[in-house]
Nanobody, 119 residues
Framework: QVQLVESGGGLVQPGGSLRLSCAIS????????MGWYRQAPGEQRELVAT???????KYADSVKGRFTISRDIAKNTVYLQMNSLKPEDTAVYYC?????????????WGQGTQVTVSS
């Protein structure tokens, strides 16, 4: 059973930083795509950052220059470093992993971790 376990959320003041971690069961190489999404109250879940085939990185325009996605292969962990946080970054953040083999696609989600940016 595939498990994604997030950690690192919390309460931070505007301008502060947090680092989210997502520990993934199994080899990190088995996933074609790994990323972070977020969902604010009353809003749809949106893509924050994605790492495609370990090489291509995409960010939402709203976080470019402030957030960085990375991975540690030895620890099977994906990170989201969040700097210069703003109140509008407040949301539940979810780790996502996709494994595609031919036409078969399996998508996995973590349980989510709350990030609150407030003074």
């Amino acid at each position: 059973q595939v498990q994604l376990v997030e950690s690192g959320g919390g309460l931070v003041q505007p301008g502060g930083s947090l680092r989210l971690s997502c520990a993934i069961s199994g080899s990190i190489f088995s996933y074609n795509l790994m990323g972070w999404y977020r969902q604010a109250p009353g809003e749809q879940r949106e893509l924050v950052a994605t790492l495609i085939s370990g090489a291509i990185i995409k960010y939402a325009d709203s976080v470019k220059g402030r957030f960085t996605i990375s991975r540690d292969i030895a620890k099977n962990t994906v990170y989201l470093q969040m700097n210069s946080l703003k109140p509008e970054d407040t949301a539940v953040y979810y780790c996502n992993a996709v494994r595609s083999i031919g036409t078969i696609k399996n998508e996995y989600w973590g349980q989510g971790t709350q990030v609150t940016v407030s003074s």
